[in-house]
């Protein structure tokens, strides 16, 4: 029987720990946040939950909540991440994070190299595994993207594709952390061109998509994300070769905070106003609404109505199967947010994140992943890439692929 140790209860650990609370194989779900309602209202809801508060910010009190526990799913905000790893390495636990981290080093590659180079040998010596990048995207998406290299032989360029297209009366231009949305939108973004990580301009680089399923065309832009990242340090052992990578992105929120962007408000740098110092950013952070994660919230904010409950999470990848030039386009298939709430009374982005990453926690449960060290979530073998979306069609999550031969002029 398996402890699972469950730090943070927002919206996407508590959709974890709800479906951690309803596999066999688990006798205890722990939960534990800074905030004992969020977390007493979590637990009452759960069978086998036992609420605790833990200062993540104190390395000794995440600890002791990890005693006996086999996993440590990790869903706080990245300013944590240090003394979550540090952690689970003195308890002696697997480790799970729905993201990476900015918590090792100003660069954002640097903490990946750091996190791949320091600690993965670390998690190797005590003989336990880590895998970060475990939500929807970064999570699911590189799921979707190791399974689409099934139809290449090599791959020349990726691109990561999502849209949000939840919209609703009320004003929510994010359904996750407000803070790590607004810190996403406010940076350059990473591309791998030419086999090389680069800076592209953030809203910049745009192209257009309609898929079958969509009522308009959308633009799609450069988004700082992790994809291109991970991608670029494991191009040639799982991505066949692959030069070029993007990640682009459309949505809500994407359409909120790029006027924010050009007149400066997403600024990290403090500024006199009328005599107060203050960062833009700080401003319209303070400013945005957090988002639902109770299924009385969620309620609320169905009954005052939706404009639209659409989006895509698409993969295409192009490269050449049998010396011919093909495109590979994967769909990630998975309910909006009606559905997502009829089923499990969540939101799709709870649906699609928080599960997506229980689904990486059941591969654990399972004992799935045999070799120690630690791993970003674009490595996993075929076998768990295929057990993984054998899981994913049990919530309604699939994947529809197509595979057309691109013709030379």
Known sequence: MKKILVLGVGAQGSAAAKKLDEEPIVSRVVCADYDREAVDHLVGELSKGEGKVVDAHDKGSIVAAAKGADLILNALPLECTKNVLEAALEAGTDYQDYAGTTALHEDWVENYRIQFDEYGPRFKAIGRTAVIGTGSAPGLICAATRDAMKYLDTCDTILNIVWEGVITKRFLPFWWSPVTALHDMSEDAYAFENGKLVRTPAFGMTINRKYPYMENEITFAEHCHDEPIHYSFNAEKYFKGVKNAYFKYAGEGMDFCRPLARAGLLSHKKESIKGVEVAPFDVVLAHLPHPPKFREEIKEIIEEGLISDSGCMVIEAYGKKDGKDVKVETHVMAPGLLESYEKAGITAEMYLTGQGGYLFSKLFINDEFKIPGLFTSDMLTM?????????????????????TEIQKK
């Not at 768990?384 to 595979?403: P, R, S, W």
């Open 383 to 403: 076998e768990q890439v295929d057990l993984y979306f054998e899981y994913a069609k049990e919530l309604g999550i699939t994947l529809e692929t197509n595979i």
